[in-house]
């Protein structure tokens, strides 16, 4: 099993900027890659970033050029700087394992307020 822990949600005005962290543990070497979803009220779960092992990064297009996901392989660790946040960018945001294709692991969430 992998157990995804996040941290860093909170609220922020617009223009403004959070980090989230999500901390791996468990059997991380099944994971292939790591990304972030999010969820708002009344909306279905979207993705918003992944990175590989490799590196390669992949964005949502609202995102893109806003956020940066990075990933700490010795420390098990994924990041995702979010700057110049939107209302629209309000949600619960998850973490999830990827192995191969398919994203079997997910988090517990942390909130994501941004205030006009």
């Known amino acids: 099993q992998v157990l995804l822990v996040e941290s860093g949600g909170g609220s922020v005005q617009a223009g403004g900027s959070l980090r989230l962290s999500c901390a791996a543990s468990?059997?991380?070497?099944?994971?292939?890659?790591m990304g972030w979803f999010r969820q708002a009220p009344g909306k279905e779960r979207e993705f918003v970033a992944d990175i590989d092992l490799s590196g390669i990064e992949t964005y949502a297009d609202s995102v893109k050029g806003r956020f940066t996901i990075s990933r700490e392989n010795a420390k098990n660790t994924m990041l995702l700087q979010m700057n110049s946040l939107k209302p629209e960018d309000t949600a619960t945001y998850y973490c999830?394992?990827?192995?191969?294709?398919?994203?079997?692991?997910w988090g517990q969430g942390t909130q994501v307020t941004v205030s006009s």
């Open positions: 468990g059997r991380t070497s099944v994971i292939d890659g």
């Open positions: 999830a394992g990827r192995v191969v294709s398919r994203y079997d692991y």
